[in-house]
């Protein structure tokens, strides 16, 4: 792992982590599943343009086209809506410790459902990861409290995206990476429409932080952040690549109190350290094969990043 690489895997983890912060900003004033509607629609069709631009063909088999279609729903439809949605109600900072949390559910769902091989340090990164949540969770209730339908959204959403990681792991197409993360995106634009003009009152208070931050969480986490994610992976692999994720609880809380003026107290450094070690004490204790899966598991983090974490596979 060279400079260069690290560098880049640092960019990955701001990006990511940064994603919830712009996503809460954008709630705020804009109809969440409108919002992620129509981002879904511009970052889709910019990655398509470039898949493109790259050489890589509009085909896929038709077990394929399945596999996308549903990772599309439960990735970019649930797992992002459900972000959005709860972000009227729960701030950045407690969205991105949740969402943080998707290589340990992964991690922990594979050992049980698969049996896959897990070393006493994956184990102790599992207990201590969770245990880092529970830290923070009850410090934050105890002090401002959560509020508790948003905060069961965020749980749902990171769970739809931890099955889709399990259930589909070996149905996404492996070639021609850009075209198949846009074609996600577009089939999440056009499942969120729906309940958008159905539930949704379209209306918004433009304003400039407004229109900043829906440009940078179309942009960056939603598109570059998926760009960098393939540049990294080819460079050192997607196991070591993902253990950059164990930067995102405490990134994720840093960037909100920075940026919103979330509480940012001690218990929530130590439980943002808590969490970390955990995911990369997991990364570290799975086999090859559960480390590659882990990868999988992160970079759809990054396509949900867009909302508050996540974008690319």
């Known amino acids: 792992m060279d400079l260069r690489a690290i560098i880049a895997g640092l960019a990955f983890a701001f990006m990511w982590s940064s994603a919830f912060t712009s996503a809460r900003i954008v709630v705020a004033a ?13 970052s889709g069709l910019i990655a ?9 063909p509009l085909r896929l088999a038709r077990r394929e086209w399945v596999a996308v279609a549903l990772f599309g729903l439960c990735q970019n439809a649930l797992y992002l809506g459900l972000n959005f949605v ?4 729960v701030e950045a900072s407690v969205a991105a410790i949740v969402a943080s949390t998707l290589p340990l559910w992964v991690a922990a769902a594979s050992r049980v459902i698969f049996s896959e ?3 006493a340090l994956g184990i102790g990164g599992l207990v201590a990861g969770f245990l880092g949540v529970v830290v923070i969770m009850s410090g934050r209730m105890q002090s401002s409290g959560i509020d508790a339908l948003g905060l ?64 940078y969480t179309t942009l960056v986490p939603g598109l570059l952040a998926t ?7 080819r460079r050192i692999g997607p196991t070591r690549a993902a253990t950059f994720h164990f930067l995102n609880p405490f990134l994720g809380v840093a960037i909100a109190a920075a940026i919103l003026g979330e509480a940012l107290g001690p218990r929530d450094l130590l439980g943002a350290a808590v969490v970390a070690g955990g995911i990369l004490a997991v990364q570290m204790g799975r086999r090859p094969r559960a480390g590659g899966l882990t990868a999988r598991a992160g970079l759809a983090e990054a396509e949900g990043a867009g909302s508050g974490g996540g974008e690319s596979r």
């Open 30 to 42: 804009a109809p969440p599943l409108a919002a992620l509607s129509v981002r879904f629609l511009i």
């Open 86 to 89: 709860a972000m009227q109600w």
């Open 152 to 215: 069961g959204l965020v749980v749902a959403g990171v769970l739809s995206l931890a099955a889709a990681t399990l259930l589909l792991r070996d149905s996404l197409p492996r070639r021609d990476a850009m075209m198949v993360v846009g074609l996600q995106m577009l089939v999440g634009s056009l499942c969120l429409a729906p309940p958008a003009l159905i539930f949704e009152s379209w209306q918004v208070r433009w304003s400039v932080p407004l229109i900043l931050a829906f440009a």
């Open 117 to 119: 091989r897990l070393s």
């Open 48 to 56: 398509v343009a470039i898949a493109r631009w790259l050489g890589q």
């Open 227 to 233: 760009l960098v994610w393939f540049w990294l992976v």
